[in-house]
Each structure stands twice: as structure tokens, then as C-alpha cells.
């Protein structure tokens, strides 16, 4: 069964400490895996997109990176204001059709 | 702002009626999909029209069925609601199928 799992569910940090949120997939025919910022009481912020196993992108304190079964999202040194919930979703393509899997987030809190 | 609007940002409703709620996607994007987001699931994907046809198909009730209409804009019908359709529904829109959505602010529906 295609699936996307996260972890940890929440991470709390202090300013400037960096540290990596995961983001585990088990699905067939991968065309994409997506990472999203959310904001409480708002629709996800689109971050990245990655296509392929080695593959990285890289936005300000922001680092994604991609291998054949999870994405890493990196965060470095960071700010209260990158305090949110981050999600993961992949594409895929399977006998249906395009199929979009969101995993449940890591709620991130930074401590100033 | 993503540049997709969503109508109305809250609806409360009572079991059994029917909602439509409607989505306007970003200038120039032609997909456009439904996703419910509920505490106890995350981001469930609903449906995607691509240029005024369906595309695919997620975890859609038969009670749902939603559109797209020739100026691109799209509507979700809900019908014979339960308590458990309560949620937010988001609206996402993206240039093509293999490409970052962009998502609206949400609609609010609480079923009484």
C-alpha cells in the first residue's frame, strides 16, 4: 500500500539549532515528492519539488534532499518565524492514474 | 497568497444538505484539485481536473462529485452530509499534473 510517513510528529528547537525533519515513502511509480510549509488555519505554502534520488534543493535556511525511499528537510540555524507545520506528499502513477499522498506533518516550534 | 481563491472561507450546514463550494484557480494553471485536511487524517486527496476533465481520482465518497467549467474555475458538491464530512476543504491549482500545486485558503465546513 502506498504510504508517506513523517517523523518525528513535532520538533521543538531553540533558535539556531539545526536539525532534519524525515520523510519516508513506500509508493509505486514516484513521479515527484513535494515539501510544504502550513501555517495553522491555512492552505500549504509550497517549498519543493524533487524528482529523483540525488537530487537537492535549497531555499534560504531551507535544504531538501531525496534518496529512493525518503527526503530529508534540513533546517539550518533556525528563526521563531520558521516555526510551522512542514508536510510531505508524493506524486505517483499506478494502474488508477496519478495518485497525491500527503504525509500527517512535523510541527516544528523554535524557541527564541 | 498562492493567487487561488476559495469560496466561502466558512460554511456551517446541518446533516443531510448539500454545499457547493467553489475554487478559482492561479492565472494560467489548468489542474485543479480538491483535498479534505481533517485533525485525525491530514490532507486526504479528493479529485483533479485537468483543463475542464477529470484526471484522477483519490478517496472520493459517492456522495462527493465535483467540475471544472470552461473559465477553469471548479466546484465541490457535497451532499447528504454527516457529521464526519467536517473539515477543511482545500482547493490547489497547478500549471500542469506533474507540477507543484499552489492552494487556496480553505473553506471551513462544520456539519451540526
Not at chain 1, 29 to 50: N, V
Not at chain 1, 81 to 100: I, K, M, P, W
Not at chain 2, 8 to 25: D, E, F, M, Y
Not at chain 2, 49 to 58: I, L
Request: aromatic share 12%; charged share 20%.
Amino acid at each position: 500500500e502506498d504510504q508517506v510517513t513523517q517523523s518525528p510528529e513535532a520538533l521543538r528547537l531553540q533558535e539556531g539549532e539545526s536539525s532534519s525533519l524525515n520523510c519516508s515513502y513506500t509508493v509505486s511509480g514516484l513521479r515527484g515528492l513535494f515539501w510544504y510549509r502550513q501555517d495553522p488555519g491555512k492552505g500549504p505554502e509550497f517549498l519543493f519539488t524533487l524528482y529523483s534520488a540525488g537530487e537537492e534543493k535549497e531555499k534560504e535556511r531551507l535544504k531538501a534532499t531525496l534518496t529512493k525511499k525518503e527526503s530529508f528537510l534540513h533546517i539550518t540555524a533556525p528563526k521563531p518565524e520558521d516555526s510551522a507545520t512542514y508536510l510531505c506528499a508524493v506524486h505517483s502513477t499506478r494502474g488508477t492514474g496519478n495518485q497525491f499522498y500527503f504525509g500527517t506533518g512535523t510541527s516544528l516550534t523554535v524557541i527564541p | 497568497d498562492s493567487g487561488v481563491t476559495q469560496t466561502p472561507k466558512h460554511l456551517i450546514t446541518a446533516t443531510g444538505q448539500r454545499v457547493t463550494l467553489r475554487c478559482s484557480p492561479r492565472s494560467g494553471d489548468l489542474s485543479v484539485y480538491w483535498y479534505q485536511q481533517s485533525l485525525d487524517q491530514g490532507l486526504q486527496f479528493l479529485i483533479q481536473y485537468y483543463n475542464g476533465e477529470e484526471r484522477a481520482k483519490g478517496n472520493i465518497l459517492e456522495r462527493f462529485s465535483a467540475q471544472q467549467f470552461p473559465d477553469l474555475h471548479s466546484e465541490l458538491n457535497l451532499s447528504s452530509l454527516e457529521l464526519g464530512d467536517s473539515a477543511l476543504y482545500f482547493c490547489a491549482s497547478s500549471a500542469g499534473t506533474n507540477y507543484e500545486q499552489y492552494f487556496g485558503p480553505g473553506t471551513r465546513l462544520t456539519v451540526t
